[in-house]
């Protein structure tokens, strides 16, 4: 029996020292990624203008202090009239301005109380629109002022998203006010209103800036290309903090507050021309300092004292710009001076010492300074990665605990495919493929592929493989790369691999082998088999597909040269001897393996099979009782395999015992639904229906099988003929591999006349006779015999069938009959009679014949025919 085969690719031992750590920059990413930033960087960028809302208070005072002639300059509106005609002068009298600025100059004298308590007494007498907006906002203010702050805010809200003319005032006291206070709300607003103010726009900002939103910010100023003057120095500190310098330095015209942000960015990019000059229009001293020990950093004119005088996080600043430009060339000695008033910044120095270190393959000061980092979490998970570096020549499972402990904290895409990568390696080196594999799945460089590829393969994942290591030039991958087409079986691809090994190897040239027998050229298999005539991965694998390839004599030549004494090739020896037909020999060696109790099963399959073809008696008994005193993987099997032959050979003594041999001794077994169906089998040759039922039940139960199902249909169908239809039915419904037989079998019990016809057609061209019998039984069924009907009456006669002739005649005489031919009906009727005299159908045509000769006045020949049906009866 044929099984999958898979090549096993053997891999040499290496020492631990042999993990490739790939090479990497370990400076660069690390500076600009942590958040040090000098003490310049924490400035606030100032609102110079006016807001709206303080705009209108200033137009509000000069339009209180200068009112028109028209309007009435009394403490109230209305108030020289006491009475109801006075107050109906009012109304004539007194102009709306007047109640606005009644409110107004209360508002403004901070009176918030009386413009409160007077504004629904006014509102509803205005009906200017402008006056009415005002009005609406400086009770609003007023609400607010007077601590009435959630009625303040509903109502700023209504007038921030209406048409008020004021709403821009409103909007600016809104942003003023909750500034610190709501900034998530001021966002809010400010994104869902269709206009913008100045002083809105420089909250908004501002709190982006807090969120450190650098993006949102630069995509505004894009988008809304505004023209305000605190614009640019948002846009200036967006791009600076998101590191794009070199945008900073295109800017012209920079204000004080952001000048430094565009000195630093020169610097960082060595832009140095007519730098000094820009340093000195920087006003604070300090920060003039702090650059131009910056460009003394870039000429490498470094000492202890230039860090000296800074404040910490200036001098950390500095200290990761001197080892951002001059790494691994630093002096060493300097770094470890540094000191800081604030001890975690200790963390910064004691990792670059453990890089460095790192870099200089000094391990074990590595370990030291990078063990030191205690305060700073960021620093010490970036420091976990290189410690596992550092663990790798020393401390192997130390290095992937490390390891392992970075991939799970880390968000550093690029150092975690590099570690990923080496723990892979550390677990294929250990055999642990499923670890390996997992710990490699998101990781997309040319080496983790690499190890995906391995283990794929070792996986049994070869479509994976190949298009994991696609476009990687290496010998290992290419021949990895054969080998997964091999088990694939696209065996030209597989030697298009091949072709492009450089260096040819024992485990290229074993693979070359297979490929020749896949591909058919034995020749060149035998040839890579003689130059390893002695090697018994070769001739194992090789004498296996000669005997599949039925070339028995070359696989008896190979094992006799080989000289290797080995069970499999003893086995693979009698089969072939058994193929030749050399049953003595074959039998000599299977027995020798049976003796050594090797290879059990195919052992007593090939006796038996020996003992078939030499026509030995009573074996069956004398493997049963070998068999039963051994215990092998299979061996229900081979003693159902026994009870099968015991029952084909009709011998029903031994099938007995070797059925319930099985029964008793494999009550689990895999194949006991097989047993079933033969023990129903047996039952059914027996007419032992019943039991037939119980076993083809017992097999169902397991599962479903038509097998059983057929079984217990026919086993039925000797019982309860009803029962048995709906059971065929399903068989045939079902598409079971048993269509044909139970279509047959439906023919004959079917109480439906159509069901017996569209059955007896489905064998027109496959069974003539079921056929014929399908159309001899589907006529039964008719009371009257049609033109359409008639036409299966004419192919029973033309059959030439001596079985269904007479069937025909009867019919067609029926056909006669309908049609009042009498005396042609009558003389097929006597045919019937005289020609088929042992026919089912003569004592039914002589009742016909009788009819017809009643029908035709001749009462003698009727009475004729009745006597030879009494004497039929009798």
Not at 62 to 85: L, Q, T, V
Not at 123 to 146: G, N, T
Not at 162 to 170: H, K, L, V
Not at 533 to 540: G, L, Q, Y
Request: aromatic letters at 16%.
């Amino acid at each position: 029996m044929k099984r999958l085969l898979f090549i096993l690719l053997f891999f040499t031992t290496v020492s631990f020292a042999a993990v490739e750590v790939p090479n990497f920059s370990f400076v660069g990413k690390e500076v600009s990624s942590f958040d040090v930033k000098p003490s310049f960087t924490s400035i606030e960028i100032n609102f110079s203008d006016v807001s709206q809302f303080n705009s209108y208070l200033q137009s509000a005072k000069i339009k209180i202090e200068e009112p028109e002639k028209k309007e009435f300059k009394a403490k109230e509106p209305g108030n020289i009239y006491s009475s109801k005609f006075g107050t109906a002068l009012s109304a004539i009298f007194v102009g709306e301005k007047a109640y606005r600025n009644y409110l107004l100059k209360n508002f403004l004298k901070g009176d918030y109380i009386n413009v409160i308590e007077n504004y629904k007494k006014y509102y509803e007498k205005l009906k200017d629109e402008e006056i009415k907006d005002e009005v609406d906002f400086i009770y609003a203010v007023s609400l607010f002022k007077a601590n009435f702050k959630s009625e303040a805010f509903e109502k700023l809200n209504k007038i921030i998203y209406s048409e008020n003319i004021f709403r821009d005032s409103a909007l600016d006291f809104y942003f003023d006010v909750l500034y610190g206070i709501d900034n998530k709300k001021l966002i809010n607003i400010y994104q869902s209103i269709d206009y913008k103010t100045p002083y809105s726009t420089y909250v908004y900002l501002s709190i982006l800036k807090q969120n450190k939103k650098y993006d949102e910010i630069l995509k505004f100023i894009s988008e809304k290309q505004l023209t305000y003057s605190f614009i640019k120095d948002f846009y200036v500190l967006s791009l600076y903090f998101k590191g794009d310098f070199e945008k900073i330095i295109s800017i012209q015209d920079v204000s004080d507050v952001v000048l430094p942000f565009v000195v630093d960015a020169k610097i960082s990019l060595n832009e140095l021309s007519g730098i000094q000059d820009e340093i000195n229009k920087i006003g604070d001293e300090y920060t003039k300092r702090y650059f131009f020990a910056k460009l003394k950093i870039l000429d490498d004119v470094v000492d202890k004292k230039l860090f000296s005088n800074f404040k910490d996080i200036d001098k950390l600043s500095l200290m990761l710009f001197y080892i951002s430009k001059w790494f691994p060339e630093i002096n060493v000695e300097i770094l470890k001076s540094l000191d800081f008033y604030d001890n975690k910044l200790n963390d910064y120095k004691n990792f670059y010492l453990g890089i460095y270190y790192l870099e200089n393959r000094e391990y074990e000061k590595t370990s030291y300074y990078l063990n030191k980092i205690i305060f700073n979490d960021k620093l010490y998970k970036e420091a976990l990665f290189y410690r596992g570096i550092a663990e790798v020549y020393d401390s192997p499972e130390m290095a992937e605990k490390l390891l392992i402990d970075y991939i799970n904290n880390s968000f550093d895409e690029a150092k975690v495919d590099v570690a990923r990568f080496v723990v892979a390696q550390i677990r294929l080196l250990n055999d642990r493929v499923d670890d390996a594999f997992l710990i490699v799945a998101d990781c997309s460089s040319n080496l983790c592929k690499r190890i995906k590829g391995e283990v794929f393969f070792k996986k049994g994942k070869f479509k994976e493989v190949l298009g994991i290591t696609e476009g990687i030039k290496s010998d290992r991958v290419y021949f990895l790369r054969a080998a997964a087409y091999y088990n694939l079986k696209i065996y030209d691809e597989a030697y298009n691999e091949l072709q492009k090994v450089s260096n040819v190897s024992k485990e290229v040239d074993y693979l070359k082998m297979l490929l020749s027998f896949k591909n058919d050229k034995i020749k060149n298999a035998i040839n890579i088999m003689k130059k390893y005539k002695n090697d018994e991965k070769f001739i194992k694998e090789g004498v296996k597909y000669l005997f599949l390839a039925g070339d028995y004599n070359d696989t008896l030549y190979f094992i006799n040269k080989s000289g290797l004494e080995d069970d499999y090739l003893t086995l693979i020896k009698a089969k072939a001897l058994y193929s030749l037909k050399r049953y003595d020999e074959a039998e000599k060696h299977f027995q020798e393996l049976l003796d050594k109790k090797k290879y059990l099963f195919d052992t007593i399959f090939g006796l038996i099979s020996i003992k078939k073809e030499k026509n030995e008696k009573n074996f069956i008994n004398n493997i049963f009782e070998i068999t039963s005193k051994l215990s092998f993987k299979n061996k229900d099997f081979v003693i159902l395999q026994l009870t099968k032959i015991a029952y084909e050979n009709q011998d029903k003594e031994s099938y007995m015992k070797l059925i319930n041999y099985f029964f008793k001794n494999f009550p689990k077994s895999k194949y006991k639904k097989d047993a079933y169906i033969l023990r129903g089998n047996f039952y059914k040759s027996n007419k032992m229906y019943q039991e037939c039922i119980y076993d083809a039940n017992a097999a169902l139960a397991i599962s479903k099988d038509y097998e059983a199902l057929f079984l217990k249909a026919e086993c039925t169908k000797n019982i309860d003929v009803k029962k048995a239809y709906p059971l065929f039915k399903e068989l045939v419904q079902e598409k079971s591999g048993y269509e044909f037989l139970s279509k047959k079998e439906l023919i004959f019990i079917s109480d439906n006349s159509s069901e017996v016809l569209n059955y007896a057609l489905y064998f027109k061209d496959k069974n003539m006779e079921i056929y014929l019998a399908g159309i001899e039984r589907y006529l039964n069924f008719q009371s009257n015999f049609s033109d359409e009907v008639y036409q299966y009456v004419e192919e029973l006669l033309n059959s030439g069938d001596e079985k269904f002739i007479p069937a025909g005649l009867y019919f067609k005489g029926k056909y006669l009959f309908e049609k009042k031919e009498y005396m042609y009906a009558l003389k097929h009727f006597l045919k019937v009679y005289y020609l088929f005299k042992d026919s089912d159908y003569v004592k039914r045509s002589l009742v016909e014949a009788k009819k017809c000769y009643e029908l035709l006045n001749k009462k003698n020949e009727a009475e004729k025919i009745e006597k030879i049906l009494k004497k039929l009866e009798g």
